[in-house]
Nanobody
Framework: QVQLVESGGGLVQAGGSLRLSCAAS????????FSWFRQVPGKEREFVAG????????EYSDSVRGRFTASRDNAKDTMYLQMNSLKPEDTAVYYC????????????????WGQGTQVTVSS
C-alpha cells in the first residue's frame, strides 16, 4: 500500500502561483511513477502532469505545458507541482496518483490516489 497526502491548495488570483505537494508513505517511493490529475464537478478526472521513477521523463497536458512543472524528491518521498500563471480554468480539485507503470494519462492505470486538494483561481 502507498498512502498519498496532498497539500498546498488554496485561493489565488489569476496570474498567481501555487505549489502543491504530495507526500507518500508506505512502499518504496522511487519504484513508482507519480502524476497529478484534476477534476471539476461533472467531468472526468483529467491528467495534468507526470514524472517517472528515475526523473528522466516528464509529461504534461497541453493546457498546462509551459506553466506547470512537476518534480519529485525521492529522498523526501515527496512530489511537487509548481503552478505558475494560473488561470480561472485551472480551478479544480487536484489529486496525486501513483503507478508502477510509466507515465500515462489514463487514470485507470493508477493504483493509489490521494484525497485531493482544492485549487481555486479567481479572475
Amino acid at each position: 500500500q502507498v498512502q498519498l497526502v496532498e497539500s498546498g491548495g488554496g485561493l489565488v488570483q489569476a496570474g498567481g502561483s501555487l505549489r502543491l505537494s504530495c507526500a507518500a508513505s508506505g512502499r518504496t517511493f522511487d519504484r513508482y511513477t507519480f502524476s497529478w490529475f484534476r477534476q471539476v464537478p461533472g467531468k472526468e478526472r483529467e491528467f495534468v502532469a507526470g514524472i517517472n521513477q528515475i526523473v528522466d521523463w516528464r509529461e504534461y497536458s497541453d493546457s498546462v505545458r509551459g506553466r506547470f512543472t512537476a518534480s519529485r524528491d525521492n529522498a523526501k518521498d515527496t512530489m511537487y507541482l509548481q503552478m505558475n500563471s494560473l488561470k480561472p480554468e485551472d480551478t479544480a480539485v487536484y489529486y496525486c496518483a501513483a503507478t508502477k507503470d510509466q507515465v500515462t494519462t489514463n487514470n485507470r492505470r493508477y493504483d493509489y490516489w490521494g484525497q485531493g486538494t482544492q485549487v481555486t483561481v479567481s479572475s
